[in-house]
């Protein structure tokens, strides 16, 4: 399956979820693109790259 940051960007605007992370979470100044909906800056994003609600292959299967 691929896993782009375009898919990820894909995914979360298709994610009734996605929960931006928030300043307080460390983004302030760094280089992310925090304006773009994408599972990379979702709360619901894990360390391992994995979505703690299990959506993003359900979204995935979805949208492709
Ligand atoms: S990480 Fe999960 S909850 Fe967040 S936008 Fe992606 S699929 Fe949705």
Redesign the pocket.
Known sequence: MKSSKKT?QE??E??????PVSEEYGFKNSSCECNT????N?????DQE???????D??VERIK
């Open positions: 990820y995914v979360a298709a994610c009734s979820k996605y929960q909906p994408s599972c990379l979702c709360t619901h994003f894990t994995h979505c703690d609600l299990d959506l993003y359900q979204i």
